[in-house]
């Protein structure tokens, strides 16, 4: 896999399959462009279907998780977040790689509702009857209980009225859920609607809803990595000068805001992208992530970095990832399906604390960048490429425009315009 990103795409594909990262009959899928989403199953997906849009997957590489390499498949238009993930992954594969736990992963489901006259003797009714809730929870989708999962546990929760919201009161009841190995919108949220009548019967109120909740602050995954200093110093900084201005940047983002949510969209940059690969539900895990760092009322960085009594850099990152390895997208769609084999076929556990990870070596890197060289160099070098397709290069031209804006003291498409008009004067005159 040596210096993958500087092969051609034939190669690319043939070195994936001689070091058995994927399969000889997936080598041909990928030779003959044959795992993209077929028109036929695209039209049964959505409504109102014209075509489809693609983006790029690409591999980022290095990554040791829990003490197995792992290539991550990410779907992403952004230059320079493979690129980002793989320097990470290779700097922390040098120390230890990346520990990841994840306990339980449970879904969560709302019944809503409101006008519940006594909402404590309300609470204690449930709490008495909350087997026969979860027996008629499972009744609802049986089949959960096959693949070991199923309605674990009631919670009740009263949502103040407020009058600045001029809401009523709210009467909540939680419906705790192991979904297995789906993710479990479809059948927490049939579960919840059929237990909905039993409640009312039981406690009186109005129904307002029935849904799962996609704050999913029972399926909470944790990821850490130590980093030797010697391994994060740069041309102009010395690693040790490096990992204190990454805790200071990580300090920052704890207490302002602003900063925070960009270091959180760097962290989603990762994640997202294998999301996407996977076949799952990007707005669930975003939304539920986002509510996650803002959970003690200011929203903070997901990730912590700090140094160990051995000055190692210490990173960690906790966030509520709801994720499935079964049914959604990946059931139908061939890409999806295919990043799974390359990432061996995870479980839903395994995929989580995997996104966890790579969310984490997504921040480790754009810290560094922005703590040592500025995020331009990097990513302007990157972006090169697509400058030079905006401007009108074609074939070869890309290349050769990208590498000559990479001395130019302006990246921009004025400058990749001069660039691609002598080199086709070049050509047209030699
Ligand atoms: P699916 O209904 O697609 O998949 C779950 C099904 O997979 C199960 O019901 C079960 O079907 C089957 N299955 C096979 N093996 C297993 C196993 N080991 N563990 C569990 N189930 C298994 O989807 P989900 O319920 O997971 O819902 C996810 C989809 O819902 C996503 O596409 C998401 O975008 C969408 N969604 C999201 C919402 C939100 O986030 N707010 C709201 C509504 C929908 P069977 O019992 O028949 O075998």
Not at 77 to 85: D, F, K, L, T, Y
Not at 203 to 214: P, V
Request: net charge negative.
């Amino acid at each position: 896999m040596k210096k993958f990103y500087k092969k051609s795409h034939a190669e690319k594909i043939k070195t994936l399959k001689a070091t058995k990262a994927i399969s000889n009959e997936d080598y041909h899928l990928l030779k003959n462009d044959q795992l993209n989403l077929p028109t036929e199953l695209a039209d049964r997906m959505i409504e109102n279907y014209i075509l489809n849009y693609d983006l790029p997957l690409g591999l980022a590489m290095n990554f040791i998780i829990d003490e197995e390499k792992t290539l991550i498949p990410m779907v992403t238009e952004e230059p320079s977040v493979i690129a980002a993930a793989s320097n990470a992954g290779k700097i922390v594969a040098q120390s230890t790689g990346f520990h990841t736990e994840m306990d339980e992963r449970l879904v969560i489901g709302q019944i809503v509702l409101k006008n519940v006259d006594h909402p404590d003797q309300a609470a204690l009714k449930l709490k008495e009857k909350s087997e026969k809730i979860l027996e008629l929870a499972n009744a609802a989708h049986p089949s959960i209980l096959n693949y070991g999962g199923g309605a674990k546990r009631i919670e009740t929760r009263v949502i103040a009225a407020d009058p600045i919201y001029h809401n009523p009161e709210f009467f909540v009841l939680h419906l705790i859920v192991d979904t297995s190995e789906a993710m479990g919108a479809n059948i927490v949220n049939t579960m919840t609607e059929a237990i909905s009548a039993y409640i009312i019967n039981l406690i009186g109120g109005e129904s307002l809803m029935n849904i799962l909740s996609n704050y999913a602050t029972e399926s909470v995954v944790k990821a850490a990595c130590l980093i030797n200093p010697k391994d994060l110093s740069t041309e102009t900084m010395d690693g040790e000068k490096v990992r204190d201005r990454i805790i200071e940047a990580s300090q920052y983002a704890k207490v302002d805001p602003y900063r925070a949510v960009t270091n959180n969209k760097g962290i989603m940059n990762g994640i997202d992208a294998l999301l996407v690969a996977t076949g799952n539900d990007s707005r669930a895990v975003e939304a539920g992530a986002h509510a996650y760092a803002a959970r003690d009322g200011q929203y903070r960085a997901l990730t912590n970095w700090s140094k160990d009594k051995n000055g190692y850099l210490k990173g960690k990152i906790e966030l509520p990832i709801s994720i499935g390895s079964v049914g959604g997208t990946l059931s139908v769609h061939p890409t999806a399906q295919f990043s799974y084999r390359i990432l061996k076929q995870p479980s839903a556990n395994e995929l989580s604390r995997i996104l966890a990870a790579v969310g984490l070596a997504q921040n480790l890197a754009a810290l560094k960048a922005i703590v040592t060289d500025g995020i331009q160099k990097g990513h302007m070098n990157l972006q090169a490429r697509a400058l030079a397709i905006r401007v009108g290069a074609e074939a070869q031209n890309i290349d050769r425009v990208a590498e000559k804006l990479q001395d130019a003291e302006y990246k921009n498409s004025e400058t990749a315009k001069k660039i691609l008009f002598e080199i086709l004067k070049e050509d047209q005159d030699g």
